[in-house]
């Protein structure tokens, strides 16, 4: 398992596998898992070609970098300094995004679309523009969240 660099808190590489790495959200070996699946993924791969940026995701007071370039995620930078830059960025309390990620979500919690739009602490942080610009691959991608929460509920 890679080590994180102790200024940034980086981690670069993919760990060794674990029998439970998907428990824990929203810790990096959630994050992590979530990773190998956007990765794995033959449909974000076509979909995410032109998809290169840094996003942040805010998990209530956790928040993580998270680079994706041509659609694969790479580093993730967790709890990111002044030197870790995100176009843009997802925010909301950790109740939220448990509710989003549930086997059967409630009314709005069904799509980060129908977040964005109707669930007042579920924000966009950023540049919206570069956001909507990656709009398929970015939908895929919150999409594939969903089966990364083993060990939630």
């Given at each position: 398992?890679?080590?994180?660099?102790?200024?940034?808190?980086?981690?670069?590489?993919?760990?060794?596998?674990?029998?439970?790495?998907?428990?824990?959200?929203?810790?990096?070996?959630?994050?992590?898992?979530?990773?190998?699946?956007?990765?794995?993924?033959?449909?974000?791969?076509?979909?995410?070609?032109?998809?290169?940026?840094?996003?942040?995701?805010?998990?209530?007071?956790?928040?993580?970098?998270?680079?994706?370039?041509?659609?694969?995620?790479?580093?993730?930078?967790?709890?990111?300094?002044?030197?870790?830059?995100?176009?843009?960025?997802?925010?909301?309390?950790?109740?939220?995004?448990?509710?989003?990620?549930?086997a059967t979500p409630p009314p709005l919690h069904h799509d980060f679309f129908a977040m964005l739009m109707r669930v007042p602490?579920?924000?966009?942080?950023?540049?919206?523009?570069?956001?909507?610009?990656?709009?398929?691959?970015?939908?895929?991608?919150?999409?594939?969240?969903?089966?990364?929460?083993a060990g939630l509920d």
């Open positions: 398992m890679d080590v994180p660099n102790e200024s940034r808190n980086v981690l670069t590489q993919k760990p060794a596998a674990s029998t439970d790495n998907m428990s824990g959200f929203p810790q990096i070996t959630w994050l992590e898992a979530f990773r190998d699946r956007v990765n794995a993924d033959p449909e974000m791969k076509l979909v995410g070609n032109w998809f290169i940026a840094s996003i942040s995701l805010s998990f209530g007071d956790m928040r993580y970098v998270l680079h994706v370039t041509k659609g694969r995620r790479g580093e993730i930078v967790a709890r990111p300094r002044l030197d870790a830059r995100a176009a843009f960025g997802f925010r909301a309390p950790l109740e939220g995004w448990r509710k989003f990620l549930s602490e579920f924000v966009i942080e950023g540049d919206s523009l570069i956001a909507m610009q990656n709009a398929r691959a970015l939908h895929r991608m919150m999409n594939l969240m969903r089966g990364t929460e």
